[in-house]
Each structure stands twice: as structure tokens, then as C-alpha cells.
């Protein structure tokens, strides 16, 4: 571990400590911003942990959230909360599992098109039994978890994200798909296991946005289907991830806090016109940030006057 | 800072900070009180939230400014509105109301549109003890919430309620041989239907109706023509769809086309809608639906009148909802006169316990809801008459069997 490493780890220490006196603000509007903020920091990074280097687009964010926050329906007022995110973070790491085992041989917009149908396929699915057999739609949420314990369990899966997002770019995985996202076949032949590798990511990101579904179910109080998958978080998480620059770990908070911010103030100054202000600005962003802001850094930091900055492998 | 902060504009700023929390102290200092909400303006809620919320928080706000606002103590303020767009989404509804109360601090919150997110704020609102008049959610669960939360208030009963009352009706007119006993009913698969469906059930089998058909369709279906179809060739009696305002229309039109007449016809939300009277005209007359009100009553009458006016391109309130939102805003008003000013927790206690006089009658609260509802209610003469329960004040009788479809 070099002394840069050890540096920018305290950094970031000393910033999760801090973010844990957030709810002392007592303010729950400040709280209610800071708990959208880190659930779209943790749902972008992990969006970009697999989608970053691999270069599939996954639009099944969604169907993770909502399978996380439909356990917590099911379960939360039978079970303990630790046992329940425990059931949830499994059910998410094996629907995963199977579908990335079935799906990550399509690729291109044949991926896309296929994870954007599965949160649809899983939707129906729920519908279907609540309908059929429970014949209840809609469930209740009342546990005992309050504002400030869904922020502090957000923020530890932060800090747990990027961990995991460190540790596995310092992997023989993380270096494997590297190589998988600049050519699939050259990977193949060099002896790298790429279906392992690819389902093996795709797993954990998986688990950990089913774990965000988890965190924030209790906010609602009621659940139904169309609230838990609704495709929106998809979409936004997708943006996010894009605007930060999905290649690097820290790439995609970048997006998500602005963006995160931007909805929030445009959705109290114009709640009129908000769609049609977002639209203009995911035009501007397409148009003027294709690597995303990690990119535009990047750029900054290369061109000459930029002073040294030690370019690690993207 | 202190280089351009001279002791004259300081003095400045204490006078300011004095006066503001002067206003803030004493309650007749008070010159506007500011009500907030969120409500649907994008989304799959829009439409219910324009046709049944928004034209009467318009109308209630328009009306009470022009009477000069709000009587607090011995003088009236005028209402100041701060409004958002929830985008038909839990997070942003729960997100816009902690706003509207840590920044915008507003003194009173209006409800969102719809079952869902009327939970969804409901643990907020009951944290910052706001009252919250929900009058556009059906839940069975509305008694346990009202003891959970006190502050809030159930207007539209329970789904329990509206089937048991429904089957009531078809007991009493089996009784008087108007109809026999074939139910054919169908179901949307979503909130409304399932919880209706599944009240219904029990309740027609426990008074010996047959249940010939009993499906459900999934939300979103095109064609129900097949369904239509199927159900004629069962030739029930009694034609019950707990359905959405689409499929109820699309019920309505197929069953027209196909001269399915069964002597009861009864259709779910969008029935009391006055789309509907402009889709099907004459041959809305004897069809009956999930709502109603007292349409013979000078209140309603008036209230009919004053929507006309106020709403864009003179739309019409619906006949279920609509009057109920803009009584419990009569209410909210009504209580916090009562208190002088404002005291959220008093007002609150004066919704639990007072009386209000309201464009659907007296109205006083039993455990934070109602004791009456209009259940069932039918078109008789281009209006979406009350008919169950039949105790009910301004109840009309029931045409039964439908008349004949006509030629549109």
C-alpha cells in the first residue's frame, strides 16, 4: 500500500465519519436529500462496477430494486430487519446468478432490450401471485426503522460498495473483464473464463441494488408492484452512471450528485415544466460530456499545464 | 463580513429578524396562511389527480381568497399556496411533503391523489403531526391506520364496506323478485379490483348468489371483447366489473355492441365520471356504479354550479370523490376557524371531534371517518344519483332491470 493509497483511504474515512452526523442536522428535509443522494450514489456504482468495464448497459436496475423492497413487504413484519436484508441480498445474488447465466451470451442492444423486459417479466410475475394466489395487492410496510437508520445503512453500503469496487479493480476479476470490455474474443483466447467473470460481477452489483430496494422499502410504508418497479430508477441510474463516467469507480457518483440535485431542485422550483428542462439537459449532456464528467477530468488533467497526475489503468 | 456590515444595516437586520419572529409568535400578527401540496401532474396518476384533486384545491383556495381568506380570530388572511409535482412516485411525494415543511414551513398540507401515496406520506405527516384528510384512498386497512396515525383521516371507507353494501342491495331487490341470482363478475388485477373482488366473494356466496363467472383480466388489457362475449352466453342477472375508468369504458362500449343487457349493470371507478355521460349519453341510464351522491340535494347542486365555473373548459367534478375532497376542505377550514389559529394539534382534535357543515351534509367524524358513504350509484336522467345504502339522506330508488341499450 503506498502512501497515496493510505492518504486518499483516510480521506475517505474521515468523509464516511463525517456523512454519519448528517441526521444530528435535524432537519428532515437535509436527511430526506442526503438518503436520495447516497441510494443513487450506491445504485449508480454498482450499476457501473459491471457495466463499467464489461460495456453491457443493463437496464435491469429496477427489477433488483424491486425484488430488495418486495422481500421487505413479504418479510419485514415477520422476521428481524438483519435477517431480512440477509433474504434479500440472497434472493437478488441468485436471480441474478440466473439470469446472467441465460443472458450475458446476447450482447449490444440485445442486452439492453433483455433487462429492460426482465424488471417487466418480474413485475408480471408478482402481480400474478399477489392476484392468483395471496389475492392481496398492495402490501403494508410497518417496521420499526426510522430516517436517520435507512441513511446509516445506506451510508455503510457506500462505503461497503467502494471497498468491494477497489478491491476488485486490484483483482485478477476486475483485470479479466477489462480485458472482456475491450474484446470479448481476444479475452476467450487468452484463457480468461469470461462467462465466470461476467456473471460473477453481474451478481454483485446485483445484490447490492437489491439490498438498496431493501434499505429504502420502509420509507413507503406501502408497497405495490408499479412503485417497486418502477422503471424510472432505471433510467436515471443509467444517466447518472453515464454523466460521472462509468469506466472508473468514482465515475458515477459524479453523476449522481449533481444529478440527484439537479431533479430536486428543479422539481420544487418548476414543478411544472420539470420533463421538459431534464430533456433539454440530458440533450446538453450527450452532446457535451460523451466520457462523462470522470472523462472531462481526465481531459483537464492530460492537457498540458495540467500538472503530473499519475494516469492508473482505466 | 463586518467590513460591509456597518452598525446601521445590522440594526437593520435585527429589526427584521425581530419582525419575523414577532409574525411567527403571535398568530393574529399572521398575514397569510400557506397550505401546500404535491399532487400528480405527470405520471400514471395524472389523471385521476386532474379530473377528482387538483380542480377542487383550485376551486376551495379561488373561493375562500375571494371571501377574503381564512378567519383567524376577528380578522381573515388569505391563503398562500407552495405546490410540487410528485410525479405519481412514493420517494418524490414523501421528498416534496418533508420539503414543503422544513423549508417552504408551510401551516397545512393537502393530501396527494390516490391510495398508494396517501400511505406513502402518511407516516411523515404524522411525525410533523399534521392533519391528513385523505379523501381519495379505499383501503381495509383505513380503521387500523386511523389508530395508528390519529392525525389522519379515512373519507372514502373501506373496499370491504363498498362490496358488503353492494351485495346488500342485490339481496333486497332478489328479495322483491327484481332480479334472480346469476352474478357474473370480473376484476382488474391491480389494488382496487383484487380488494373489492376478494370482499365481493364471500359476501355473494354467503347470501346464495350464484357466482357463474369470476375472473380477473391484467391492468392494460386492449380487448375485452372475449369476456364480454363469455359472460353473455352465461346470461347472468347481475353484471358486476371492478374496474379501472379505461376498462370500464371499454366494458360499457362492448357490452353495448354485443346487446349484452343484463338487468343489473354495474361498472367500477370511472362510472361516476362525466367522461362517461359524454361517451355513452342515453344509454348511460340505469347503469350503476362504485359512488354516487345526493344530485337532488341544493348543496350538491350549488357546488355542481361553482365547479363548472371555476374549472378549465368547464369540466364537471366527478360524482364520487370530488364533492368528498371539497368537503374535507370545508372541514379544514371549518376547524382551524374553530381553533383561531394556528394550532395544528387543536385543529386536528376539531376534525376527531366536531361537526361540519359540508356539501355532502353534515359530517362528524367516528375514529377520524365518516359513518356514511355513497356506495352504489346509478345514472337516472343524465345524473349519478346516491342509491346504497338506501338509509342514506337523498337515497334514490333503483331502476331495475336496466332499460335496453339504445342506438348511439
Known sequence: MTARTA????????????????????NAYYLALAISLLQYTVLATAWGMFSGPTRYVSLATTAFFGVGAYTVAVLGEILPWPLVLLIAAALGAILAAIVGLSTLRLSGVYFVIFTFGLTELIRQLVVWFEVNKSRVLGRYVFVDITQADIYW????????????????????????????????????????????????LFTISATVMTLVGAIMAPRWTYIEPSIAFNSMISFQVLIMALLGGAHRLWGPVLGAVPLTLLFELLSARFPNTFTIILGCIFLLIVYMLPRGVAGLFEKLAAAPGGKTTQRVAA | MTTFLTRRTALLVAAACAATLGLAAVAQAQTSIKIGYAISRTGPNTGGAAVTTIPNYELWVKEVNAAGGIKLGDKRVPIEVVQYDDRSNAEEAVRALERLINQDKVDFILPPWGTGLNLAVGPTLNREGYPHLAATAVTDRAPELAKRWPNSFWMLGTSADAAKTLVELLSKLRDEKKIGDTVAMVSIADGFGIDLSSAARPALTNAKFKLAYDKSYPIGTQDLAPIVNEIKALNPDVFIAFSYPPDTLALTEQSRITGFNPKIFYTGVGTAFPLYRQKFGKNTEGVMGIGGWSGDSPAIK?????????AANGAEPDRWASAVTYASLQMLQQAIERVGKIDRAAVIKDLQTGSFDTVIGKVKLENNMPTRYWWVGQWQDGEFYGIAPAGNEGARTAIVPKPAWVAP
Request: proline content about 1%; some cysteine; aromatic content about 10%.
Open chain 1, 7 to 26: 492518504g486518499l483511504g483516510a480521506l475517505a474515512l474521515a468523509a464516511f465519519v463525517l456523512l454519519a452526523f448528517v441526521p444530528r442536522l435535524g
Open chain 1, 153 to 200: 445503512q445506506l451510508l455503510a453500503l457506500t462505503a461497503a460498495v467502494f471497498l468491494l469496487g477497489w478491491l476488485i479493480a486490484r483483482s485478477r476479476l476486475g483485470f479479466a473483464l477489462r480485458v472482456i470490455g475491450e474484446d470479448e474474443t481476444v479475452a476467450k483466447h487468452c484463457g480468461i473464463n469470461t462467462t465466470f467473470a461476467k456473471v460473477a
Open chain 2, 302 to 310: 350549488d357546488y355542481l354550479a361553482r365547479h363548472k365555473a371555476s
